[in-house]
């Protein structure tokens, strides 16, 4: 069995203020710490896997804000895992990246470690939205980045925005779009902004001190958005992410397919073999139980057939492309068209899925409006 590995840094300069990820202050001695339990883990894992349970298709550094690390880790971890794993031919290794959090010598370091594939935190190209989102950088930091990682030997780019943001209209979006597709990455990502609970931001606006983007706007964004980006020869291949021919994220496809992966990390999730589980979110819960060379997972849980056709149904409508019906039929020996008949009938109807040449999708009418969708295969 192929699997992603996902690899959870959580550490961040400063909480920006949308964030409800799990992420800690950075201080010198939590990241050795972090790094010596990280290691650990992988050992641990290397071990205990079968050989063929090892083969890995991706690697992804996530967070938190993985290039706080210092210089060095990057080649630290993936020697490690290296040394635990075997990574096939042509192995995507992602990392994320925020323009604040970036230097030249930094990302040469990510080059020699074996990284292929940068994804960079843009958000937006106006500061007084960043300054909105709370983060750490400028507009002109995040095209410095660009043009370092560039310089670095960076041909496999990633930049992730965000729309929706309070007082950004479609005019910033449009600007913004203009923006990042002149500087030709190679893969787009464009989120609509959720405001989560008890973020500082929601807060803000539930308090009436700042107002929320009107929901109009927003999906007005988001067809531009899927409209502009074709234009100029991205393929819109999941809700919000575009990318140039040959450059869709392998790593994320894995989970829209709903195939393995094993998170490594404080807080990281693992779907191996139908049991999903998650490591201990707290730093200090990991890096114990890791000294005692005990699993860092807290909570574990196997998957019943239901739940594994749910999820794929939901996570497969994500891709444009939609559900493989035949696939679905393969690994489960039952049609997706007769366990859903009920909700497949009563979305067609309202428009907001179709099925042709043997998968299941969002119509363009239905993309907006995806949640409504998911919440009737949950
Ligand atoms: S950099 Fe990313 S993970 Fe860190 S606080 Fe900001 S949004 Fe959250």
């Known amino acids: 069995m192929s699997i992603g590995l996902y690899i959870h840094v959580p ?18 001695r939590a990241v050795k710490s972090y790094l010596a339990s990280l290691v650990g883990e992988i050992n641990l894992y290397g071990s205990a896997l079968a050989d063929e349970d090892k083969i890995i298709t991706s690697i992804f550094f996530g967070g938190g804000t993985p290039t706080t690390l210092p210089a060095g ?98 005019h910033d ?16 990502a ?7 609970e008890g973020t500082p931001l929601a807060q803000a606006v539930e308090r009436g001190e700042i107002c929320a983007c009107p929901e109009e706007t927003e999906i007005t964004m988001y067809r531009d958005t899927i409209a502009f980006l074709t234009a100029h020869g991205y393929s819109h ?16 496809l894995l989970y829209w397919l709903n195939r393995p992966y094993l998170g490594l990390g404080p807080a990281a999730h693992s779907l191996i073999k139908g049991v999903r589980f998650a490591n201990d979110i707290s730093l200090a819960g990991y890096s114990a139980k890791l ?18 056709m749910s999820e794929t149904m939901f996570l497969g409508l994500r ?26 009938e009563g979305l067609s109807k309202k428009g907001l899925l179709e099925m042709s040449a043997g998968h299941l999708r969002l119509t363009a009418k239905g993309l907006p409006l995806a949640n409504i969708v998911f919440r009737e295969f949950v």
């Open 319 to 344: 891709l444009t492309g939609g559900v493989d019906l035949d696939r679905f039929y393969r690994r489960f020996g039952r049609r997706a068209e007769d366990i859903y008949r009920h909700e497949i």
């Open 11 to 28: 550490f961040c300069i400063k909480k920006c203020l949308y964030c409800d990820f799990i992420s800690y202050p950075l201080s010198g």
């Open 237 to 252: 291949y999941e809700i919000s992410n575009f990318a140039g021919p040959g450059r869709q994220c392998a790593h994320n």
């Open 190 to 196: 464009a989120y609509g902004l959720q405001l989560e």
């Open 73 to 170: 880790s990057f080649k630290i971890v993936l020697d490690a895992v290296r040394s635990s794993f075997v990574l096939t031919a042509g192995c995507e290794v992602t990392v994320e990246a925020n323009p604040g959090a970036i230097d030249g010598a930094g990302l040469a370091g990510l080059r020699q470690a074996g990284v292929n594939r940068l994804s960079i935190g843009v958000q937006s190209f106006h500061d007084r939205l960043l300054h909105v989102l709370g983060r750490v950088h400028s507009a002109e930091q995040a095209v410095q980045a660009v043009q370092l990682a560039r310089k670095a030997g960076f041909d496999n780019l990633n930049l992730d925005f965000i729309f929706g943001i309070p007082g950004q209209t479609n």
């Open 173 to 188: 979006w449009r600007e913004t779009l203009h923006q990042a597709v002149e500087m030709a990455p190679e893969h787009i």
């Open 291 to 308: 000294s005692r060379e005990e699993y860092p997972v807290e909570n574990k849980i196997r998957l019943s057939a239901a739940d594994e």
